[in-house]
Nanobody, 128 residues
Framework: QAQLVESGGGSVQAGGSLRLSCAAS????????MGWFRQAPGKEREFVAT????????YYADSVKGRFTISRDNAKGTVYLQMNSLKPEDTAIYYC?????????????????????WGQGTQVTVSS
């Protein structure tokens, strides 16, 4: 059974940095694109970033482009989200997710419906 476990969340002041990790098990990690989403209180879940199975292709939401970096280590079965220059509006629960489709190459997934496995989330709080 697929399991995704996020870690690395916490509280930080605006302008600070955090690095989230997501350890995967029970799925063919190296064949799957991986993504990060977030959900703030009272708001819908939104896409943050995605990375192809090979790590070659990445895609970011405009709101985090230039500040966040997604990466992966297929040998460790882990995907990361480096978050720099954090803003109060980045406060949310951050979730990692695994693609439903293996070996997706041309277009990386960016919508929640394209992901089949989800972690339990990790809280990120940015104070001003």
């Amino acid at each position: 059974q697929a399991q995704l476990v996020e870690s690395g969340g916490g509280s930080v002041q605006a302008g600070g940095s955090l690095r989230l990790s997501c350890a995967a098990s029970g799925l063919t990690f190296r064949r799957l694109a991986m993504g990060w989403f977030r959900q703030a209180p009272g708001k819908e879940r939104e896409f943050v970033a995605t990375i192809s199975w090979s790590g070659t292709n990445t895609y970011y939401a405009d709101s985090v482009k230039g500040r966040f970096t997604i990466s992966r280590d297929n040998a460790k079965g882990t995907v990361y989200l480096q978050m720099n220059s954090l803003k109060p509006e980045d406060t949310a629960i951050y979730y990692c997710a695994a693609d439903r489709v293996e070996w997706r190459t041309i277009v990386v997934p960016t919508t929640g419906a394209e992901f089949g496995s989800w972690g339990q989330g990790t809280q990120v709080t940015v104070s001003s």
